[in-house]
T-cell receptor, first 115, second 116 residues
Framework: AQTVTQSQPEMSVQEAETVTLSCTYD???????LFWYKQPPSRQMILVIR??????QNATENRFSVNFQKAAKSFSLKISDSQLGDAAMYFC????????????FGEGTQLTVNP | GAVVSQHPSRVICKSGTSVKIECRSL??????MFWYRQFPKQSLMLMAT?????????EQGVEKDKFLINHASLTLSTLTVTSAHPEDSSFYIC????????????FGSGTRLTVV
């Protein structure tokens, strides 16, 4: 079974600084998708960024970028120029066709942004 | 974009009663709906997967008779918590795969259930 691990329960960053959230996963498949979701205090799940495993190029979305290391099964999220609105719980997630499109989530990382 | 509307957003019920949570896909047909449960400061735990017109698939350890899932149409999936007890108090979230074959998911806004 696929597993997703986020080893940082909590992280903090100063406003305008950069922070990296870690995620590792375990799978025997070669074709899969990885996601980072943000869950603010409202608890609405918001997609931050996604990466297709077959793409070597790291995905970027404005201030958010990933470092996808397929061989190492690592998928970290970098947030640049952190803003107060970035404070939230961040979840790394995995899915594949063979998993029936089911998402497997990591434990989450609570990010605090200090003014 | 695709939207899943989830209601109610919060509900308080007495022990022993049943509560129904609805998730509607507003501008697309959701043939599949995933139901999650989330405890405070924890991750989302998949409870079951519903598919339109067929029986739901439950994850190991989830009581089928307590958490009744119905997916009678392409736009509506419901979760009924039967004979609720305080330990059923939690945050419940539904999610549907996005349309157009994109590998993404639309999440409902969640339901906070409190059983007293």
């Amino acid at each position: 079974a696929q597993t997703v691990t986020q080893s940082q329960p909590e992280m903090s960053v100063q406003e305008a600084e950069t922070v990296t959230l870690s995620c590792t996963y375990d799978t025997s498949e070669s074709d899969y998708y990885l996601f980072w979701y943000k869950q603010p205090p409202s608890r609405q799940m918001i997609l931050v960024i996604r990466q297709e495993a077959y793409k070597q190029q790291n995905a970027t979305e404005n201030r958010f970028s990933v470092n996808f290391q397929k061989a190492a099964k690592s998928f970290s999220l970098k947030i640049s120029d952190s803003q107060l609105g970035d404070a939230a719980m961040y979840f790394c997630a995995y899915t594949s066709q063979t998993s029936g499109s089911r998402l497997t989530f990591g434990e989450g990382t609570q990010l605090t942004v200090n003014p | 974009g695709a939207v899943v509307s989830q209601h109610p957003s919060r509900v308080i019920c007495k022990s022993g009663t049943s509560v129904k949570i609805e998730c509607r896909s507003l501008d697309f047909q959701a043939t599949t709906m995933f139901w999650y449960r989330q405890f405070p400061k924890q991750s989302l735990m998949l409870m079951a997967t519903s598919n339109e017109g067929s029986k739901a698939t439950y994850e190991q350890g989830v009581e089928k008779d307590k958490f009744l899932i119905n997916h009678a149409s392409l736009t509506l999936s419901t979760l009924t918590v039967t004979s609720a007890h305080p330990e059923d108090s939690s945050f419940y979230i539904c999610s549907a795969p996005e349309r157009q074959g994109l590998w993404g998911y639309t999440f409902g806004s969640g339901t906070r259930l409190t059983v007293v």
